[in-house]
């Protein structure tokens, strides 16, 4: 079955980084587009990059162009989301999403962002 896993998460100050990891399993990742999402207390969800299939590529929120960068390893299953020059305003759970017919979702990875 589909899993997304999502690791990386934590409390970091305001201009730090982070790296955030998606391990999937379950389907031929490389066929995919892969995507991270962000749901911040009281918002709605929403997209924070995505990735094509063969990475070459990819998309940002405006909110995050600049300071994030979407990555991928086909030959590890995996998605990254570098992540640096935070600010208080990143903080929120980040989610996993693999798009196409399987449209699944990870269990998500909290980011705070505090001094």
């Known amino acids: 079955q589909v899993q997304l896993v999502e690791s990386g998460g934590g409390l970091v100050q305001p201009g730090g980084s982070l790296r955030l990891s998606c391990a999937a399993s379950?389907?031929?990742?490389?066929?995919?587009?892969m995507s991270w999402y962000r749901q911040a207390p009281g918002k709605e969800r929403e997209l924070v990059a995505g990735?094509?299939?063969?990475?070459?590529?990819?998309n940002y929120a405006d909110s995050v162009k600049g300071r994030f960068t979407i990555s991928r390893d086909n030959a590890k299953n995996t998605v990254y989301l570098q992540m640096n020059s935070l600010k208080p305003e990143d903080t929120a759970v980040y989610y996993c999403h693999v798009g196409g017919l399987l449209d699944y979702w990870g269990q998500g990875t909290q980011v705070t962002v505090s001094s």
């Open positions: 379950g389907f031929t990742f490389s066929r995919y587009v």
């Open positions: 990735i094509r299939s063969a990475g070459g590529y990819t």
